[in-house]
């Protein structure tokens, strides 16, 4: 009979019992005590992740030894693993910021009054790694295996390393010290399992210690989570069902593409990275930081992540698949093609091939408002594969970038057009309202233009005083060839980058741009949105050259008489997609207003940085020796261009040039390195001149 809990304890236990009881009890503690005593020597031993509280417990694998290499055994991701997520997520570090700070921050434009005591900390970013080791016997034998099939042949250097990951993230490591706590991920290829079908094989450097890669580190970081392209590929399908997402996973699988497997970083868990991976910076192993650099150098929680563009190399829509797919420009064509279907026409600066800011949620967001052609990018095993001119590659970092631009451009016009104007008078926009609209832009009744040559904001000279009044450190440093320097060159508290995207300044906006008879101001919004974007860089302009201050006063609808946007609401953004209607306004259109420009904040920064391919050994060693002599580099690339006709010497020397330097730079072993393996083969420890 089973009695209520409540009953047991009323019942006094005769005295045999309570013995009985009291030797369990007393043989429970000591176990308890002893086990607790035992896995606290295992973690200090072995730095397992026992306890994680804010975030799930990684799952520790026992490594796999196969030829005597290492793996990471793991099971397969159930079935419904491989349909991606489609919820909206916010910017958790947002969210901790009142709305009375975050209206004066982004009315004002002044971190001050209610934000005087806000507590703001600096962002947590986490390092994001896409890792390959293409002489791996297992890989090796996959990728030949498609080759074959496929009759052609992909560039050796994608392939070749120079043990650049090592020493990548020894600059990380040395580069971030000051950082909060932030996890490092690793994203590796994965095998077949040759024994076992139900799991597969995770590549691992060899030189990492397993067991580091799910502890946290005696230094400032956790270390290394590791990731595999089975666990994050994902089809982004609102009507699929699990087996036709396995389907599509087991079609797409094995890849030797970075753009399908950069195409899936917004599929990584955000249970498993920090603060749902609001900030979070994405290298190759073939890039550096290269000198200390304070965590505003990538974003903050002010003014977002910071983007480094090139304004000398623009990128214009390409549909027709024509451009070298070996390279980048077919997918940066593919993904200029797709910005300009949802945004309008112009060319769009190429990202800069270095460390690149990123935000999860943002990534995400892009990921699903081009759901098709990310599903499509893994169909190329090998880049340029697939020439299906509807399914071509995308490339991840330009789209997600330009995606957070123009979602910043979209949000300043629908909080004024439609927030601000179509909500006083039941969506329309007659003559009176358009001469309340142009007056409010700066023009006169009986003038049809409005000059922009007073358009002068300087806000991104005020950014150090406005971090530091926040509790901040500013991205600029005092000794430029001990730490990276970094200036902000625009902030999008300053409205749209019009030049830096291809498109002429506009000098003047047009009366006409506000239309010539009574409209919806949704049709305005998307008349100046995509099909007239000159207007819609004029309207910006002209706001921003009547604001009082350095924040974006005007833009924001009237003050509400409901209570500030709450969690409930289940708006966070604007749609993905356009609908032909508008969609019903948010409960309080202000505070949603503030809180859709915050969330698309950005900077342009500019921080000393090289970037350089590997032509030959004699190249390589010049490269290298102007490198050394250039002190205030805060970024690094290096790239392997060596041409696939050099001679076994040449590759050979370069190899050991490019090594030998690597370890005079950054020379200081990580505790995530194995003590039983060397930095390097021992035939290639001879002194190297470089």
């Known amino acids: 009979m089973l009695l209520p809990l409540h009953s047991c304890f009323r019942r006094r236990p005769p005295n045999a019992l309570r013995i009985r009881l009291s030797v369990l009890f007393t043989i429970s503690l000591v176990i308890f005590i002893a086990l607790h005593y035992r896995l606290d020597l295992l973690s200090s031993r072995w730095n397992l992740a026992l306890s994680t509280p804010r975030r799930p417990t990684y799952r520790v694998q026992v490594p796999y030894i196969e030829d005597g290499l290492v793996y990471h055994a793991f099971a397969l991701n159930s079935p419904q693993d491989a349909i991606a997520d489609y ?47 293409g002489s791996n016997p297992l890989h090796e034998k996959e990728r030949s295996k498609y080759i074959e099939a496929g009759g052609r042949s992909p560039t050796n250097s994608r392939f070749r390393e120079h043990d650049e990951l090592r020493f990548s993230l020894r600059a990380s ?50 270390s290394v989570y590791l990731h595999h392209d089975s666990q994050l590929f994902r089809l982004i399908n609102t009507t699929a069902t699990p087996d036709a ?80 797919g070996d390279g980048e420009w077919r997918s940066l064509g593919w993904s200029a093609h797709l910005l300009n279907t949802r945004f ?11 460390a690149r800011s990123l935000s999860l949620p943002l990534m995400h967001e892009t990921s699903l408002a081009f759901g098709a052609q990310f599903s499509a990018t893994p169909l190329s095993r090998f880049r340029g594969s697939h020439r ?146 000159q ?13 009082d201050d350095d924040g974006l006063s005007l833009f924001l609808p009237p003050t509400s008489t409901s209570s500030a946007q709450s969690e409930s609401d289940p708006m966070i953004t604007l749609p993905l997609q356009l609908p032909s209607e508008a969609p019903p306004l948010p409960r309080n259109p202000r505070a949603f207003a503030v809180r859709l420009l915050q969330r698309y904040s950005f900077v342009l920064g500019d921080t000393p940085s090289r970037f350089f391919g590997l032509k030959s050994s004699a190249q390589a060693r010049a490269a290298l020796r102007e490198t050394t002599r250039q002190k205030d580099i805060g970024l ?54 470089y």
């Open 87 to 133: 919820k909206i997520r916010p910017i958790q570090s947002h969210s901790q910021i009142s709305d009375e700070c975050l209206e004066q921050w982004v009315g004002k434009g002044r971190w001050e009054g209610p934000c005087a005591t806000q507590n703001v900390k600096d962002a947590i970013i986490d390092l994001v790694y896409v890792w390959v080791n």
């Open 173 to 222: 490591a040395k580069a971030t010290q000051s950082w909060n706590k932030s996890v490092w991920h690793l994203i590796t290829a994965d095998v077949p399992h040759p024994r076992d079908t139900g799991r597969r094989l995770g590549l691992v450097p060899q030189w990492l210690d397993f067991n580091a890669s799910v502890a946290r580190s005696e230094d400032n970081h956790t």
């Open 245 to 324: 997402a396995m389907a599509w996973r087991d079609n797409v699988l094995p890849t030797f593409n970075s753009h399908s497997i950069e195409s899936q970083l917004p599929n990584l868990d955000p249970e498993l990275v920090s603060d749902n991976m609001s900030r979070s910076v994405s290298l190759n192993d073939d890039q550096f930081i290269a000198l200390p650099a304070p965590p505003s150098a990538f974003h903050s929680n002010l003014y977002g992540p910071v983007f480094r563009l090139d304004a000398n190399l623009q990128v214009s829509g390409d549909a027709t698949g024509r451009a070298d």
């Open 344 to 354: 309008g026409e112009r060319t769009r600066a190429y990202v800069a091939h270095n």
């Open 388 to 533: 299906d001119v509807n399914e071509l590659e995308v490339n991840m970092m330009f789209l997600a970038t330009h995606w957070v631009i123009e979602r910043k451009r979209e949000a300043l016009l629908w909080s004024w057009i439609i927030a601000k104007w179509g909500a006083r008078n039941g969506g329309k926009l007659d003559d009176a309202v358009r001469t309340v609209m142009w007056k409010e832009a700066g023009g006169q009744e009986d003038n049809n233009e409005i000059g922009l040559e007073r358009l002068r904001r300087i806000t991104a000279t005020d950014v150090d005083v406005q971090m530091r009044l926040a509790g901040l450190q500013p991205p600029t440093v005092a000794d430029r060839n001990m730490e990276a320097h970094t200036d902000y060159t625009f902030v999008s508290q300053d409205g749209y980058p019009t030049g830096l995207n291809g498109r002429k300044t506009e000098h003047a906006l047009s009366r006409a741009c506000l239309g010539t008879k009574e409209a919806s101001a949704w049709d305005l919004f998307i008349d100046v949105l995509k099909h007239k974007p």
């Open 535 to 547: 207007c819609g860089d004029a309207i910006i302009a002209a706001l921003i050259q009547e604001e």
């Open 636 to 689: 690094l690339c290096i790239n392997d261009d060596l041409p696939e006709d050099a001679s076994d010497r040449d590759f050979r020397r370069t190899d050991e040039l490019l090594r030998a330097w690597f370890r005079d730079r950054w020379p200081y072993r990580m505790e995530r390195e194995r003590d039983d393996n060397l930095a390097v083969p021992v035939h290639e420890q001879n002194e190297v001149v």
